[in-house]
């Protein structure tokens, strides 16, 4: 697009149940995606291609998103928010942090605050009030061309779900290709290897 800026929209929904229970299902231009995480094996079903990758991490939500970065070499955007310590995996590299005031994402009154580190700037907008919760979380990367953003704007929590007992397995789909490893594009879609070759 001869160095025009675009910005591409995607939807997702997640579900957690602290410490080891995961579910997101993540559809846009370029992913319709479900990850599930059941405590034991993280599984990864692309579902335009029928692809599915799964890796054995016994543990906890934050060690499921820390192999998920590791087998693919890409950050998870976002994840920062589903650590256990958020604070500590967002306070880590931060060289100066400025509130900004209060403001208004989607009308609900929000904190405004905004961080700096070596290779992002990032802000965070959280409900005010009696319920903190992250309400927006932009990630800039300063140094790349153009300073691309990740932006995640949430929606609908709900902070005492009745979560049926099968939203954590995960059973492939009829005719799903299982792969040998997590592969994904540089918009992270589930790919085979003979497409990443």
């Known amino acids: 697009y001869a160095g025009q ?47 599915y990758a799964q890796i054995d991490v016994p543990g906890t939500i934050d060690e499921a998103i820390l192999a998920y970065e590791a087998q693919t ?45 070596d290779e992002v700037d990032w802000q965070l907008w959280v409900q005010a009030g009696s319920t903190p919760l992250p309400m927006k979380y932009v990630i800039t990367t300063k140094w790349q061309t153009a300073a691309p953003q990740y932006e995640i704007r949430y929606r609908n929590w709900n902070t005492r779900p009745k979560i049926s007992a099968d939203a954590f397995a995960f059973t492939a789909p009829k005719g799903a290709e299982k792969l040998g490893s997590i592969v994904v594009n540089d ?9 990443g070759q």
């Open 73 to 117: 070499g890409l950050p998870a955007p976002g994840a920062d928010l589903l650590f256990a310590d958020t604070y500590a995996v967002l306070s880590r590299g931060v060289t100066q942090g400025t509130y900004l005031g209060t403001t208004f994402i989607d009308g609900i009154a929000c904190h405004q605050l905004a961080f700096r580190e």
């Open 187 to 195: 918009m992270g879609e589930l790919q085979s290897t003979a497409e």
């Open 5 to 51: 800026k675009l910005q591409f929209s995607s939807y997702a929904t997640a579900v957690l149940q602290r410490p080891s229970k995961l579910h997101i299902e993540r559809k846009g231009m370029f992913a319709d995606a479900v990850i599930i995480y059941d405590g034991q094996t993280l599984s990864l079903h692309g579902k335009r291609e029928n692809l």
